[in-house]
């Protein structure tokens, strides 16, 4: 069993930065692609960016792409995400997810993802 813990969630302005970091245990998160996702009240959880397991694939939602980056630190379990410019559309609880199937790609649909963690909220003030 994999256990997830997001942090680095906050208020940020708009067009500021944040990074949000996951930290997995219970299991080597190198052998695992790693996701983020998010979902805003009302709407359904969406993809944002997601890295392989040897890091070499990333994949980003159009949403994002130029103001995202996802990175991995296979060394010490851990897989960060870099928002920039952010935009009021980013306000969502962001979720971070393992996925143990054996391609080392990059998944970007959320049935592809065994393992999620409990989330962190990111707030956008205009």
């Known amino acids: 069993q994999m256990q997830l813990v997001e942090s680095g969630g906050g208020l940020v302005q708009a067009g500021g930065s944040l990074r949000l970091s996951c930290a997995a245990s219970g299991r080597a998160s190198s052998t695992y692609g790693m996701g983020w996702f998010r979902q805003a009240p009302g709407k359904e959880r969406e993809f944002v960016a997601a890295v392989s397991r040897s890091g070499g694939t990333t994949n980003y939602a159009n949403s994002v792409k130029g103001r995202v980056a996802i990175s991995r630190d296979n060394a010490n379990n851990t897989v960060n995400l870099q928002m920039n410019s952010m935009e009021p559309a980013d306000d969502a609880v962001y979720y971070c997810?393992?996925?143990?199937?054996?391609?080392?790609?990059?998944?970007?649909?959320?049935?592809?993802?065994?393992?999620w963690g409990r989330g962190t909220q990111v707030t956008i003030s205009s």
């Open positions: 997810a393992a996925t143990r199937y054996g391609s080392d790609h990059a998944y970007t649909q959320w049935y592809e993802y065994n393992y």
